[in-house]
Nanobody
C-alpha cells in the first residue's frame, strides 16, 4: 500500500507564492512519475505539472513560467513552487504518483489553495 500526503496549502494574496509538498510512503520501489493536479469548484480536475524519475517535466500552459515542480527521489517527495498566484489558481491541489511496478496511480487527499485578497 502506498500513501501520499500533501502539505503547504493555505490562503495567499494575488501575486503571492506558496510551496506545496507531497511525500509518498509505504511499499515503494520506484515512483516513475509524480505530479500535481488541481480541481476548482465546479470544474474538472486538471493537470498542473508532472516530473519523471529521470528529471523530465511538463507544465500546463496556464502555469508555465510561474510554477516549478521538483522532486527529491531519495525522500519520495515532490514539490510545487507556485509564484505569481492568481485568483484562478484557487483549487484543491492533489498529488499523484505512478508506480509502474504495481501498474497503479496513487492519489493524495488534496490540499486547499485559496488565492484572494
Amino acid at each position: 500500500q502506498v500513501q501520499l500526503v500533501e502539505s503547504g496549502g493555505g490562503l495567499v494574496q494575488p501575486g503571492g507564492s506558496l510551496r506545496l509538498s507531497c511525500t509518498a510512503s509505504g511499499s515503494i520501489f520506484t515512483i516513475n512519475t509524480m505530479g500535481w493536479y488541481r480541481q476548482a469548484p465546479g470544474l474538472q480536475r486538471e493537470l498542473v505539472a508532472f516530473a519523471t524519475s529521470g528529471g523530465n517535466t511538463k507544465y500546463a500552459d496556464s502555469v508555465k513560467g510561474r510554477f516549478t515542480i521538483s522532486r527529491d527521489n531519495a525522500k519520495n517527495t515532490v514539490y510545487l513552487q507556485m509564484n505569481s498566484l492568481e485568483p484562478e489558481g484557487t483549487a484543491v491541489y492533489y498529488c499523484d504518483a505512478i508506480i509502474l511496478t504495481y501498474g497503479m496511480t496513487y492519489w493524495g487527499k488534496g490540499t486547499l489553495v485559496t488565492v484572494s485578497s
